[in-house]
């Protein structure tokens, strides 16, 4: 029986999802999508300064290999033969930057985190040198000027670290997002390492030209940025290189996707006007406007969704991007204590039921869109003695869906035609008070696919699909039906509407607390 088991499976796809809390390997079945196996490992976070960010890239890819091995047992003793996985797909977090020593494999800094605020100095000294009517970064790379983006990190690395300045007098200094630091680590690093992006994690480093598809001269000319120090740009779905090392040594890497960008692919949003919203540690919603790019009048970014296979076209999408979604829960649990795992929150939460107006602007990083407002900080209001811990939990969970709201109502208005449901997926989806409240601010159906491992199927479908390893089809009539739970509005319009100009009031008061950055310069 077991050998038979073994023969109906078919071609297996793996997928790395390096996400900014924590590292997960998948393996999927190409024929069906199920999800057979999978290993979890949370990342650490360290903040050596108030709004620094920083993650150790050693530990993030000691993380995968771990994944990958444990994921491999846990295939073994289901008598699942891994020899069966033809390739692997990569989705990480987006704009975490890392400069390394090609000759050593070694890093030269800390991973600076996309979510990191460092670098508010560096941000307005350049956006001084950007013509008023003329902003010639934000219509080549669809960005605005940020913190956010890998461009400023580097620029601040390169200013501030001698280590890295040094590798990059003496030619020894390469640069990437977290997917490029992955695959050229996992396809050999200092013998023979793959130095490759892929066009979504290109198009969020603020270096990249968005129309050409290519490394652009004169945003790099701006940043003062090495062109030498770049990796090389790909589509999202042709073979990389091998895997080196480990239980799957000589499988090929042949996906490679921001983890918006994969989310978007794993719910399918192939169509123009599709869209989904993840609920990672922050919360993204990208639709899909299809071939051409879409420039947003309402805070949102035009990004790059996808590009699967080197002939194929690329599609674009709008997003609306909030940094604290999950993070906030994360926070409650590490600096505050008052629940002991992310579960928890929602026990705390559907014992009141209600914030009872006890707000919570969670703008730890400042505001994303559709603010773009560096100087927020994240407060909580509407206090009085009768406000406990539980509700302060489900202010929490409000904030994320209040947030979403503000996101979707700017994507409306870009789009014209408004959303009739919300497609959601992420970790955080699994919480049901959650995703019942965000019908209720919404005032939309939620619906959610029953497998929310989404963001690593898009990479597993990226690279299953591409051109020499051919398991697995992306024409529409192949795509398996995949099995949704709704959540419908349950409460009236009006008391949607007036909790939601009341956060609008919270989101107010949270904007311009901080006047001067103080803690940019010089490394601790």
């Not at 740009?233 to 499988?251: D, F, H, T």
């Not at 490679?256 to 919360?283: H, R």
Request: hydrophobic content about 40%.
């Amino acid at each position: 029986m077991a050998a038979a088991k073994k023969a109906v499976l078919g071609p297996l796809v793996g997928a790395v999802d390096q996400g900014t809390s924590s590292t997960r390997f998948l393996v999927f079945n190409s024929k069906t999508a199920e999800l057979l196996s999978h290993h979890q490992v949370e990342i650490k976070q360290e903040f050596p300064r108030e709004g620094w960010v920083e993650q150790d890239p050693k530990e993030i890819l000691q993380s995968v290999y771990e994944c990958i091995e444990k994921t491999c047992e846990k295939l073994g003793q289901l008598n699942i033969d891994i020899s069966n996985i033809k390739a692997i797909g990569v989705s990480n977090q987006r704009e975490t930057t890392v400069v390394w020593d090609k000759l050593t494999g070694e890093p030269l800094y800390n991973a600076v985190v996309w979510l990191d605020l460092r670098t508010q100095s560096t941000v307005e000294n350049l956006s001084k040198r950007i013509p008023g009517n003329n902003n010639f970064v934000k219509s080549k790379t669809g960005l605005p000027l940020s913190t956010y983006f890998s461009a400023v990190k580097l620029r601040w690395l390169l200013d501030n670290v001698r280590k890295v300045q040094r590798a990059v007098e003496e030619d020894r200094a390469l640069f990437g997002t977290i997917d490029s630091w992955l695959i050229w680590s996992l396809t050999g690093g200092a013998n023979g390492g793959v130095h490759c992006t892929d066009v979504t994690n290109a198009s969020r480093t603020m270096l990249f030209n968005i129309h050409s598809l290519e490394w652009d001269k004169e945003l790099c000319e701006f940043f003062e940025i090495p062109m030498k120090i770049l990796p090389n740009v790909r589509s999202s779905s042709e073979i990389y290189g091998l895997m080196k090392a480990g239980a799957l040594e000589g499988v090929p890497i042949s996906g490679c996707l921001g983890d918006q960008s994969a989310a978007l692919v794993g719910q399918m949003c192939f169509q123009d006007g599709q869209a989904k919203n993840t609920y990672g540690t922050g919360c993204f919603l990208l639709c899909n406007t299809g071939r051409k790019c879409v420039f947003s009048e309402h805070g949102l970014l035009t990004t790059v969704a996808y590009k699967l296979g080197r002939d194929k076209p690329v599609y674009y999408a709008l997003e609306g991007s909030v940094a604290i979604a999950g993070a906030v829960i994360r926070w409650l649990r590490d600096n505050l204590g008052i629940i002991q795992t992310s579960e928890e929150i929602e026990k705390l939460a559907k014992e009141v039921g209600t914030s009872y107006g006890c707000y919570f602007v969670p703008a730890f990083s400042g505001l994303y869109a559709p603010y773009w407002e560096p100087s927020a900080r994240g407060i909580i209001c509407g206090l009085t003695q009768f406000t406990n811990k539980c509700h302060i939990a489900f202010a929490a969970l409000e904030a994320v869906c209040f947030q979403t709201r503000e996101i979707l109502d700017a994507m409306n208005r870009d789009c014209g035609i408004p959303l009739s449901h919300l497609q959601v997926d992420g970790g955080m989806t699994n919480n049901k008070i959650l995703m019942q409240l965000q019908a209720d601010i919404l005032y939309i159906p939620v619906v959610k696919p029953s497998m929310p491992e989404t963001t690593a199927l898009g990479a597993a479908m990226a690279a299953g699909a591409a051109e020499g390893v051919g398991v697995w089809s992306l024409e529409p009539e192949d795509l398996s039906a995949v099995t949704m739970e709704r959540f419908e509005p349950q409460i009236n319009a009006e008391e949607s509407e007036i909790r939601y100009s009341t956060w609008k009031k919270a989101v107010m008061k949270s904007v311009g607390w901080v006047t001067t950055q103080s803690s940019e310069s010089g490394i601790p």
